[in-house]
């Protein structure tokens, strides 16, 4: 652990010769060491003591308190005003053990007896410390004196004071007006409370007029509160308060005067009257204000200013304004100062023939006088020293001996106060000794400054060097700082500044070194903070925060809602690097802040949640200036949940006609709490109101009460008014139907209204109701008609209705176009004109004219091709069109139909065209015959669209060098009947493409490509090879030839077992489907079911001659030639049904009983 270190402002210093030269030496000598460690005999010295000005409460203990330490440990006696304080002969005193701290019980005993000050003094061998002089005095709350208080009766308009005048206690009580129901009177600019509690109105109103204006004082120590009997004030209104200027009623007159000692707090006071009530500004003369330590009270009546300096002093100016006039008051303030220290003594450790020096130097107005004790006795009456030497603030102690230990007192006072400091002189002989722990590891963040202690103790003070990794002397000097009390300081400190320091503390009577170890870490940086985020009520919120740190810290996240703890809620998911909240609520919003600690720093990062929800509906709907077709609707908005309302939507219900539908009627802005309505007649209207927010709508509000307006005419007719004819000789009118919420009253009905154009008739007319068409017949065809339709209640025609011009219903076209002209542009278009027909013979409204043309057949055919029709239609207003897409070489037949909203009508006279001759389509194939290594011949036939009369073919063709590039290409032309070519001296093993076109007069059409190669000369040498000289040839005889010997073996060993074969046996090697078994039982033929294993698999199929191919093991002596037609064998067995067998067989499948051929050898073999 390491020790504290204490500067010491004392110099020491060696004997030397004049006085000059010992000046010099001192000022040259002040330094700073360490306090003397316990083990060392030292003079006592004051930790403890309690405050100069010690108030108490008489109903608690006296504790006074003086702690001190020394060696030996100092004894305690103390002093009562200036007379020794026999502790021990007073019963109610105790001193604690070991200290020489007073408890006083004062319970049962007035406490006023110990009232008076107190001084404390700490003895032992080495020398005597005293305390200061506390002073002890008890709290008091004396009771209000009491006096008669008479009724204040007072005009309106006048200025008032109320005087509290609060009975003085110890310390001042707190004061404060009330009524007599304990409520605070309301304070303000015009009613105001002074510092020292009375109450001031600048001007007074009828309002203030009661009876019970209270002052109450509060008394702290003994939390008693004392009122003042109640103040009446009744005011009058007998004559109308006049205006005017401003006044001041404190302080009086032009100008007053404050004092305040340094350091305490400085309060200025100006109250004004006047009517209107004057407002207040404050100013500095010549200076401005300090704006870090000024603040302005009550209504700036009152400029507080807090530890008062020097530069405080001078005139400060408040003024009073209304709109009469000002008024202006100067406080000069004088600041005084009780002492106060500049430099205090300090505790001097010196070495056997040093010299030191004591300062007091000290401050104050007036200039304090400082007076020196030794051991707590005058200077000037402690024995003589002749080592000691006073001048003035200063003692200086010459070649001092052990027996120069003394504690020293300055003692600094003037009329505002005083000031006590003990500096014990220690005279020691001590080697260095380092009390900084060894091996300490100081670790620290790079760019932060490193502070490596090395704490010593020594008489003479030791003399400290700094070594880095034993080898390197550092030098106070960038970036070091050696400190008076042996710390090393590195300003900056980097990474390379880690490692091992040695301090090194020595003496003339010793030397002592200690190491320690600095580390320098990478910062704590947050590279991804937190983003501000909103979020809506029941999603997640997801805050960020990642960290960067030195891989050797440990470092904590910790996460704090509005710098608390996170509430104790699983919604709140704390990951490595982020905080998850689920289900946000409005609880959950504020600021939350990550944090990153390590033992070493710290960074942080904060940003703010806040919670969005859809708005909370509208309350306390109204309806207000309500007439017959307007109303207006006021509500009050309900909680908008952080996100501002962007408008309000005003729904109705219509109870009357469509109950339970809500209709959007309009919307208003978010800042909006009424909308003025207009309202239609005969509808029981209900209101509601719903908010939106960037959220989204809230729940609709509670709906308004009804509201129900009178039926009248209706204000409009229907609408989409519409006259045409469904058929010849009819007129359908129609219309969109009002509404019941149109319909203004009960019995709606429409008058319909037609008349024909440009004829001069009146209307006629008709009127339905619950319709919305009406059909009137016996009507032209297609001729336009005016019609109205007009809405009407029990209560009135509706407006003028506006005409529509409709048509009388068509009839199909009376004529067809006359004079078509096809005019013949190239192979394949070609363009049609035609005369339009007369708008009367259209019939109805002219949609259009249809082309209807065929191709018959092409010129260069005998035979007919005719073709689908295909049709074009050209709108009302054009009299040309172009056919594209015809076939060239074609006979074409062309005809014309008039088009209107009812159909076609009668088409034109067939016209016919031909079109012109074009290029021919590609050949219709190209084949390519007999390659050799350096000729091949092509085959082609003619074009399946000729489009004219072929007049030959062209052939172009040239070797392909690669993907992308090709020879040189040679051209043929031939005539129409040649289709075959041969192509020699082309090149060997050569890819040539070939492209092949036919011709007309128009030129040459598509072309027909392919692609095709010569052949190799291998290719052709391996086509006259001797098969027979093969090695594959021989080998595979060789193995016919042994597989052919391999059977013959078996062959011959079945025949010579072949009569011992029974019938059944040939039977089921045969299975001839004609031959019928025989019964075993009575050789009979009968049914006979073979064995499952030999029937046909399901789904064998036969061979495709239709005959079954017999097993392997049929080898009756009949299939290899020997036996005649039906016999019996040795054995009586008869086989003569076999006898026909190999005819048979011969004549359904051509088979042979004879040995195999190599290749069915082969077959069977595999």
């Given at each position: 652990m390491d020790f504290p270190m204490v500067h010491l402002v004392m110099g020491k210093m060696r004997s030397s010769g004049s006085g000059a030269v010992l000046l010099m030496i001192l000022l040259s000598h002040l330094?700073?060491?360490?306090?003397?460690?316990?083990?060392?005999?030292?003079?006592?010295?004051?930790?403890?003591?309690?405050?100069?000005?010690?108030?108490?409460?008489?109903?608690?203990?006296?504790?006074?308190?003086?702690?001190?330490?020394?060696?030996?440990?100092?004894?305690?006696?103390?002093?009562?005003?200036?007379?020794?304080?026999?502790?021990?002969?007073?019963?109610?005193?105790?001193?604690?053990?070991?200290?020489?701290?007073?408890?006083?019980?004062?319970?049962?005993?007035?406490?006023?007896?110990?009232?008076?000050?107190?001084?404390?003094?700490?003895?032992?061998?080495?020398?005597?410390?005293?305390?200061?002089?506390?002073?002890?005095?008890?709290?008091?709350?004396?009771?209000?004196?009491?006096?008669?208080?008479?009724?204040?009766?007072?005009?309106?308009?006048?200025s008032l004071v109320l005087q509290c005048r609060p009975p003085a206690g110890l310390p001042p009580p707190v004061i404060f007006w009330m009524d007599n129901i304990f409520q605070k009177l309301p304070l303000d600019n015009r009613v105001t409370q002074a510092l020292n509690g009375d109450l001031y109105f600048s001007n007074v109103l009828p309002e203030d007029n009661r009876n019970d204006y209270i002052c109450y004082a509060r008394f702290p120590y003994t939390q008693t509160i004392q009122q003042k009997q109640p103040i009446s004030v009744t005011v009058l209104q007998t004559f109308p308060a006049g205006q005017r200027r401003p006044g001041f009623m404190t302080p009086l007159g032009a100008t007053s005067t404050k004092m305040v000692l340094r350091g305490e707090t400085l309060e200025l006071e100006c109250i004004a009257e006047g009517l209107p009530t004057p407002e207040m500004s404050w100013q500095k003369d010549g200076g401005e204000l300090p704006t870090s330590r000024v603040s302005f009270l009550n209504y700036k009546k009152t400029v507080k200013i807090l530890d008062v300096s020097e530069s405080d002093g001078g005139d400060y100016t408040c003024t009073a304004t209304n709109r009469l006039g000002t008024a202006h008051h100067v406080i000069k303030v004088v600041v005084k100062a009780a002492p106060f220290w500049i430099s205090a003594p300090r505790n001097l450790i010196l070495a056997p023939n040093e010299t030191g020096i004591l300062t007091c130097r000290v401050s104050g107005d007036p200039k304090p006088d400082i007076s020196w004790f030794v051991n707590g006795v005058p200077i000037e009456n402690a024995p003589e020293d002749p080592t000691r030497k006073v001048d003035g603030d200063t003692v200086i102690l010459s070649r001092v001996q052990t027996s120069s230990s003394a504690v020293y007192q300055c003692n600094a006072s003037n009329e505002f106060g005083y000031l006590i400091a003990n500096a014990f002189v220690s005279v020691l002989a001590e080697p260095p000794r380092v009390l900084t722990p060894p091996n300490q590891v100081y670790k620290v963040i790079t760019n932060s400054p490193a502070l490596l202690h090395c704490a010593t103790f020594g008489s003479p003070i030791p003399t400290i060097t700094w070594f880095k990794d034993r080898q390197i002397s550092i030098k106070s000097e960038d970036p070091y700082v050696i400190h008076e009390n042996g710390t090393l300081e590195i300003n900056v400190a980097q990474s390379q500044n880690s490692g091992k320091y040695t301090c090194i503390a020595s003496n003339n009577l010793g030397i002592k070194e200690n190491h320690v170890f600095l580390e320098v870490k990478e910062p704590t940086r947050i590279l991804k903070q937190p983003e501000y985020k909103v979020v809506q009520r029941g999603m997640s919120a997801i805050f960020e925060c990642k960290v960067k740190h030195d891989p050797s810290l440990v470092p904590t996240m910790t996460w704090l809602k509005n710098s608390g703890e996170l509430p104790d809620d699983e919604r709140f998911e704390v990951d490595t690097d982020s905080l998850i909240i689920k289900d946000v609520t409005e609880e959950d919003e504020g600021t939350y802040t990550c944090i990153m600690n390590t033992t070493l720093d710290r960074d942080s990062a904060s940003a703010m949640l806040t919670v969005v929800e859809k708005p909370d509906p509208p309350t306390d709907l109204e309806l207000t200036d309500q007439t017959e077709r307007s109303v207006q609707l006021?509500?009050?908005?309900?909680?908008?949940?952080?996100?501002?309302?962007?408008?309000?939507?005003?729904?109705?219900?219509?109870?009357?006609?469509?109950?339970?539908?809500?209709?959007?009627?309009?919307?208003?802005?978010?800042?909006?709490?009424?909308?003025?309505?207009?309202?239609?007649?005969?509808?029981?209207?209900?209101?509601?109101?719903?908010?939106?927010?960037?959220?989204?709508?809230?729940?609709?509000?509670?709906?308004?009460?009804?509201?129900?307006?009178?039926?009248?005419?209706?204000?409009?007719?229907?609408?989409?008014?519409?006259?045409?004819?469904?058929?010849?000789?009819?007129?359908?009118?129609?219309?969109?139907?009002?509404?019941?919420?149109?319909?203004?009253?009960?019995?709606?009905?429409?008058?319909?209204?037609?008349?024909?154009?440009?004829?001069?008739?009146?209307?006629?007319?008709?009127?339905?109701?619950?319709?919305?068409?009406?059909?009137?017949?016996?009507?032209?065809?297609?001729?336009?008609?005016?019609?109205?339709?007009?809405?009407?209640?029990?209560?009135?025609?509706?407006?003028?209705?506006?005409?529509?011009?409709?048509?009388?219903?068509?009839?199909?076209?009376?004529?067809?176009?006359?004079?078509?002209?096809?005019?013949?542009?190239?192979?394949?278009?070609?363009?049609?004109?035609?005369?339009?027909?007369?708008?009367?013979?259209?019939?109805?409204?002219?949609?259009?004219?249809?082309?209807?043309?065929r191709r018959q057949r092409g010129l260069e055919d005998d035979e007919d091709q005719e073709s689908q029709d295909q049709v074009l239609t050209f709108s009302e207003n054009q009299t040309e069109g172009h056919l594209t897409g015809l076939q060239p070489y074609s006979l074409y037949n062309i005809f014309i139909r008039v088009l209107n909203s009812k159909g076609e009508g009668p088409q034109s006279q067939d016209t016919q065209f031909e079109t012109l001759e074009g290029v021919p389509g590609p050949p219709s194939f190209l084949n390519v015959l007999n390659p050799s290594l350096d000729s091949l011949t092509l085959e082609w036939g003619p074009p399946l669209k000729k489009n004219g009369r072929l007049i030959g073919y062209t052939l172009k063709y040239q070797p392909v060098i690669n993907s992308t590039e090709v020879g040189p290409a040679t051209v043929l032309d031939f005539p129409l009947n040649e289709t075959t070519v041969a192509l020699d001296n082309l090149n060997s093993s050569v890819l040539y493409k070939f492209h092949l076109s036919?011709?007309?007069?128009?030129?040459?059409?598509?072309?027909?490509?392919?692609?095709?190669?010569?052949?190799?000369?291998?290719?052709?040498?391996?086509?006259?090879?001797?098969?027979?000289?093969?090695?594959?040839?021989?080998?595979?005889?060789?193995?016919?030839?042994?597989?052919?010997?391999?059977?013959?073996?078996?062959?011959?060993?079945?025949?010579?077992?072949?009569?011992?074969?029974?019938?059944?046996?040939?039977?089921?090697?045969?299975?001839?489907?004609?031959?019928?078994?025989?019964?075993?039982?009575?050789?009979?033929?009968?049914?006979?079911?073979?064995?499952?294993?030999?029937?046909?698999?399901?789904?064998?199929?036969?061979?495709?001659?239709?005959?079954?191919?017999?097993?392997?093991?049929?080898?009756?002596?009949?299939?290899y030639g020997e036996g005649g037609d039906g016999q019996f064998n040795e054995d009586g067995s008869f086989i003569g049904q076999y006898s026909g067998k190999k005819e048979k067989d011969t004549h359904e499948g051509n088979e042979s009983s004879e040995a195999p051929s190599p290749v069915n050898a082969m077959n069977s073999f595999v």
């Open positions: 330094t700073a060491a360490l306090e003397v460690p316990l083990d060392l005999p030292q003079p006592p010295t004051i930790t403890v003591q309690s405050p100069k000005d010690y108030i108490f409460d008489p109903r608690e203990d006296i504790i006074i308190h003086c702690e001190a330490k020394g060696k030996p440990h100092p004894s305690f006696s103390w002093t009562r005003n200036g007379s020794h304080f026999d502790v021990e002969q007073d019963s109610k005193v105790l001193m604690k053990p070991g200290s020489g701290t007073l408890v006083i019980d004062i319970s049962g005993e007035k406490a006023e007896a110990y009232e008076g000050t107190y001084q404390c003094t700490a003895h032992n061998d080495h020398g005597t410390a005293i305390s200061n002089n506390i002073v002890i005095r008890q709290s008091r709350s004396p009771l209000w004196s009491k006096e008669r208080l008479e009724p204040i009766t007072v005009q309106t308009g006048v006021t509500w009050i908005p309900g909680d908008e949940h952080n996100s501002a309302t962007q408008n309000f939507l005003i729904q109705y219900e219509d109870l009357l006609h469509q109950p339970g539908i809500w209709v959007n009627m309009t919307e208003v802005a978010g800042t909006s709490t009424t909308a003025q309505l207009e309202l239609s007649p005969y509808v029981y209207y209900s209101f509601r109101v719903l908010a939106k927010n960037q959220v989204g709508h809230s729940q609709p509000s509670q709906p308004s009460r009804q509201y129900r307006t009178n039926p009248a005419a209706p204000d409009e007719n229907p609408s989409n008014v519409r006259g045409e004819g469904t058929e010849p000789g009819n007129l359908v009118i129609s219309w969109t139907s009002l509404t019941g919420f149109q319909s203004n009253g009960p019995g709606l009905e429409y008058k319909v209204l037609w008349r024909q154009m440009d004829v001069d008739e009146e209307w006629s007319s008709n009127t339905v109701a619950n319709a919305s068409q009406y059909v009137v017949s016996g009507v032209p065809v297609y001729v336009p008609y005016e019609i109205k339709v007009q809405a009407l209640n029990d209560y009135g025609n509706g407006p003028e209705a506006e005409v529509v011009v409709g048509y009388s219903g068509e009839d199909l076209p009376l004529s067809a176009p006359d004079g078509v002209l096809v005019t013949v542009d190239n192979s394949t278009m070609a363009k049609v004109h035609w005369e339009p027909v007369s708008p009367n013979s259209v019939r109805g409204k002219l949609k259009g004219y249809k082309v209807y043309y036919a011709k007309t007069i128009k030129g040459a059409g598509a072309n027909f490509t392919k692609e095709a190669s010569t052949v190799t000369e291998t290719t052709v040498a391996s086509r006259h090879v001797d098969i027979a000289t093969q090695g594959w040839f021989i080998g595979l005889m060789c193995a016919i030839a042994l597989l052919i010997l391999v059977l013959l073996i078996v062959c011959f060993i079945k025949r010579n077992k072949g009569g011992k074969y029974p019938v059944k046996e040939k039977e089921e090697a045969h299975q001839d489907p004609e031959i019928q078994p025989m019964k075993e039982d009575d050789g009979t033929f009968g049914e006979y079911s073979d064995t499952e294993d030999h029937k046909p698999l399901k789904g064998s199929r036969t061979p495709s001659n239709g005959t079954v191919r017999r097993d392997e093991s049929d080898d009756s002596l009949v299939d």
